[in-house]
T-cell receptor, first 116, second 113 residues
């Protein structure tokens, strides 16, 4: 069974600085998706970024980028120029590609605080 | 237009009652899910339906019964509510079982007194 581990329960960053959130996963599959979801206090689950395992290039979405290391099974999220609105819980998630069930497997989350 | 909508968003009820949470998606997706988020924010899959067929049924008390009248709707009915059922329940959908991301509703916070 696949597992996702986020080793940082809480992180803090100064506004305008850069922060990296860690995520490791365990799988025997070769094709899969990895995601970062953001959950602000409003409770909504918002997709931040996604990575297909077959793509070597790291995904980027504006200030958000990932460092995907397939051999190391590592998938970290870098937030540049942090803003107050980035404060939230961040969840790393795994999804099998070509599977029959399709559900996301989540890590336990990292709570990010942004200091003004 | 909200892509995945859940009702109600908040629900406060007494132990022993029966309650339902409804979910609808207007994305034309084939697959829908129920997740439970506990007090420590951990998200765990409960059920998944693909084209109205149950495909995931995790170890959940049989007091929880999902129903999918069509592929755009997935409802969750809970009988004989217990204190431990207090949580946020998220509905989600995806295009199918194996491509892309999941889209989530806003969550329904259930409080059992």
């Amino acid at each position: 069974a696949q597992t996702v581990t986020q080793s940082q329960p809480e992180m803090s960053v100064q506004e305008a600085e850069t922060v990296t959130l860690s995520c490791t996963y365990d799988t025997s599959e070769s094709d899969y998706y990895l995601f970062w979801y953001k959950q602000p206090p409003s409770r909504q689950m918002i997709l931040v970024i996604r990575q297909e395992a077959y793509k070597q290039q790291n995904a980027t979405e504006n200030r958000f980028s990932v460092n995907f290391q397939k051999a190391a099974k590592s998938f970290s999220l870098k937030i540049s120029d942090s803003q107050l609105g980035d404060a939230a819980m961040y969840f790393c998630a795994y999804r099998s590609y070509g599977g029959s069930q399709g559900n996301l497997i989540f890590g336990k989350g990292t709570k990010l605080s942004v200091k003004p | 237009d909200t892509a995945v909508s859940q009702t109600p968003k908040y629900l406060v009820t007494q132990m022993g009652n029966d309650k339902s949470i409804k979910c609808e998606q207007n994305l034309g997706h084939d697959t829908m899910y129920w997740y439970k988020q506990d007090s420590k924010k951990f998200l765990k899959i409960m059920f998944s339906y693909n084209n109205k067929e149950l495909i995931i049924n995790e170890t959940v008390p049989n007091r929880f019964s999902p129903k999918s009248p069509d592929k755009a709707h997935l409802n969750l009915h809970i009988n004989s509510l217990e204190l431990g059922d207090s949580a946020v329940y998220f509905c989600a959908s995806s295009r199918d079982t194996n491509t892309g991301e999941l889209f989530f509703g806003e969550g329904s916070r259930l409080t059992v007194l």
